[in-house]
């Protein structure tokens, strides 16, 4: 199958994982990270990957966010196979297809924060103008209208998140994936942040969230929990 084929096994999903396996070697040590995942996840879920540190969620978000391939099976993100693609071609789908909130936050200092938010659309060749002019409506879509010219520096904690948020908005992405998002966060700016992927979702956006605290991975709709790199429970979430 050519990484451009669309089978109608996946077409429904946005994300569909089958039989996913990653395995890494150091020397004549082998380590199986993942063995054997499947997964589906379809537009609009807001789903929280849960599980304690060496257990392959960070393997797996790896994978998700087209950062790694497997070693066998397969990966389709909105019907495309991804998992045997180049670098090339992976690097574009991560730009155009995925937006990517970290915990570190990753803006660049010297930066107005319209100016981190647009550098996606920099990379896909968009011109200034419609460039700055969707980087200020998406951080006004996350309630920082009123402080775009602000470097990171100048802003709380709470506030960079929100505007790594932003970036991750600014290319309409099929899914924003969120890894440890409050993890360098105060209670009061964990509440808003979440607050904020709630409302994404209520938009109807499509959230994978990868976290290891039970009660961050509550606010979600559906929780995975994976453990020694299997998918262990699948478990809807009460309404919030």
């Known amino acids: 199958m050519s990484t451009l084929e669309v089978t109608s096994e996946t077409t429904d999903a946005v994300v569909s994982l089958e039989g996913v396996r990653k395995t890494y070697h150091s020397g004549s040590i082998e380590f199986e990270a993942l063995r054997g995942v499947d997964m589906r996840i379809t537009a609009g879920e807001y789903v929280a990957v849960v599980g304690p540190s060496g257990s392959g969620k960070s393997t797996l978000m790896n994978i998700l966010g087209c950062l790694d391939v497997p070693t066998q099976g397969s990966y389709h993100l909105g019907g495309e196979d991804v998992s045997t693609m180049s670098e090339t071609e992976l690097a574009n ?15 660049l200092p010297s930066l107005a924060a319209w100016r981190n938010v647009e550098l996606p659309l920099v990379y896909a060749g968009m011109g200034s103008a419609e460039r700055h ?35 991750a908005l600014v290319t309409e992405p099929d899914i924003i994936l969120a890894d440890e998002p409050t993890g360098n966060l105060d209670s009061g700016s964990t509440t808003a942040v979440l607050g ?43 309404a919030r």
């Open 133 to 167: 002019e969707r980087a200020v409506e998406a951080l006004t879509r996350v309630g920082l209208g009123d402080r775009v010219d602000n470097r990171p520096g100048e802003l709380s904690g709470g506030q960079q998140q929100r505007v790594a948020v932003a970036r």
């Open 196 to 238: 904020l992927l709630d409302e994404l979702h209520d938009s109807g956006r499509t959230i994978v969230l990868i976290t290891h605290e039970h009660d961050v991975a509550a606010r979600a709709s559906r929780n995975l929990t994976i453990r020694d790199g299997l998918i262990t429970a699948d478990d809807l979430v009460g």
């Open 93 to 107: 789908v991560r730009n155009r297809r995925i937006g990517f909130v970290f915990q570190q936050f990753n803006l």
